[in-house]
C-alpha cells in the first residue's frame, strides 16, 4: 500500500527513524517531561537528561524516578472516577425546575414569615397570568399570526398586568427585601466569585424583564404598522420568540425565588428584620 509522503518500501521519516515502541516512550518521556519541568528529552539518542546534562535514563536511570514515571504515566494510567460526583451531559442536564435541589436545608416551608408567604401568593397569579399568555402564543403562531379578539385580549391583559402589578413587585423586593439580604448573604459566605450572590442573579433578571417585555410590546405594535406581509410576518415572529422567552425566564425566576431566595431570607434574616420589612411595605402601600 502505497501512502502519501512515502511507499511501503520507503515509508515516512518517522517510521524509518523510529519504532513504534521507540514512539511510545517518546510520548511517555516527553509527557512526564511536561509534567516536570527539571527533566528535558533529547529523542535522538532516546535519553532523559536533566539540565546538567546527566543521563537518567537506560542503564544509568534513577529507579525512584522510574517508579515515579510509572505512577504518573498518563499513557498507562487508568482514570478513577468520584464515584460520589454526580455526572451531567449536554444530552442530560439537570433539572431547571428540581424542587429538592431548590430548597434550602433546614428551612420550614410551612412556617415561613407572613411578609415572604405574601410575595409567594403574588408569584401565584403572576403564573396564572404569564400561563395564559404563553398559550395565547403559541395560538398565534399557529393561526401564521393573525391576531383574533381572544389572542389579543390575553395580550392586552398580560401587559397591563405586566406594568401594574410585575414592576412593583419587582421594586418591593429591589428596595426592602433585598438590600438586607445580599448584605447578609455576603457576610455568611453565601456567594460566589466577585462575591455575586443569587440576589445579583435575580436583579439581573428583573432587567431582563424590562428589556423582553418591551421588545415583545413594541414589536406587536410595528408589526401592525408594516404594509409588507414578508416584513410584518418576520417581526412578528421575533416577538413571538421574544414572548416565549419572556414567559419562560419569569416561570423560572418565580421558581428561585419560592424555592430559594425566600427561604434564604428565612435562614439568614432575624424576625425583626423581616417585621421591619413588612411595616415599611406597609407604610409604602398606605401612600
Known sequence: MTRKGGSSANPPF?????????????????TYRYLHSDITLNPTSMKIIDKDGKRIDGKASDQEIKKKLKEEDPILRNAVKDENLEE????????????ERARIKGVDMD??????????????????????FDTALTDFKTAKYI??????????KFFNYFD???LPHNKKEERFLFPLLNERMLETGEHGLDN??????????????????SLVFNFLGLAARLPDGHSRYLVLDIAYHNGKELAELL????FREDNTIFPLAQKLLTKEELDSITEKLAHVSAT
Open 14 to 30: 518517522l517510521f524509518n527513524v523510529f519504532s513504534f515502541s521507540d514512539i511510545y516512550h517518546i510520548l511517555k518521556f516527553e
Open 88 to 99: 451531567y451531559s449536554p444530552m442530560d442536564p439537570p433539572e431547571a425546575y428540581d424542587t
Open 111 to 132: 412556617n415561613l414569615n407572613p411578609i415572604l408567604n405574601d410575595l409567594i401568593n403574588e408569584h401565584k397569579e403572576l403564573l396564572e397570568i404569564v400561563a395564559k
Open 147 to 156: 391576531l383574533n379578539d381572544d389572542t389579543n385580549q390575553v395580550f392586552n
Open 164 to 166: 401594574s402589578e410585575i
Open 196 to 213: 455575586i450572590t443569587a440576589v445579583d442573579l435575580m436583579e439581573d433578571d428583573h432587567v431582563k424583564f424590562i428589556q423582553l417585555g
Open 251 to 254: 416561570r423560572l425566576h418565580v
